[in-house]
Nanobody, 124 residues
Framework: QVQLVESGGGLVQSGGSLRLSCVAS????????MGWFRQAPGKEREEGVL?????????YYGDSVKGRFTISRDNAKNTVYLQMDNLKPDDTAVYYC????????????????WGRGTQVTVSS
């Protein structure tokens, strides 16, 4: 059974840091693109990926998180991480990890597997 389980969310003050983890089971990350998305309170989930780790080791960051968030993966542990620094109240959201078998997706609709999310709250 394919599963993605996120953890590491919580409450943090503006300017603080959090590290999210996403553990995959039922498949191996080696040949998957892994991305993070978010859904802010009262809004729909953002369509475009926040950041992505491609199977070849390259990464992509959207403008809203570039320079503050870092995505990484440990294929041996079948885990993807999201290091979030200099957090802002606008970063408050449920964060989801997702897996893309094609390895190059950008839009949420093109990802194959999803976790249930972890809540991140940034206070001002």
């Amino acid at each position: 059974q394919v599963q993605l389980v996120e953890s590491g969310g919580g409450l943090v003050q503006s300017g603080g840091s959090l590290r999210l983890s996403c553990v995959a089971s039922g498949f191996t990350l080696d040949y998957y693109g892994m991305g993070w998305f978010r859904q802010a309170p009262g809004k729909e989930r953002e369509e475009g990926v926040l950041c992505m780790s491609l199977y070849d080791g390259s990464t992509y960051y959207g403008d809203s998180v570039k320079g503050r968030f870092t995505i990484s993966r440990d294929n041996a542990k079948n885990t993807v991480y999201l290091q979030m620094d200099n957090l802002k109240p606008d970063d408050t959201a449920v964060y989801y990890c997702a897996a893309d078998s094609a390895g190059n997706a950008y839009y949420a609709r093109d990802f194959d597997y999803w976790g249930r999310g972890t809540q991140v709250t940034v206070s001002s």
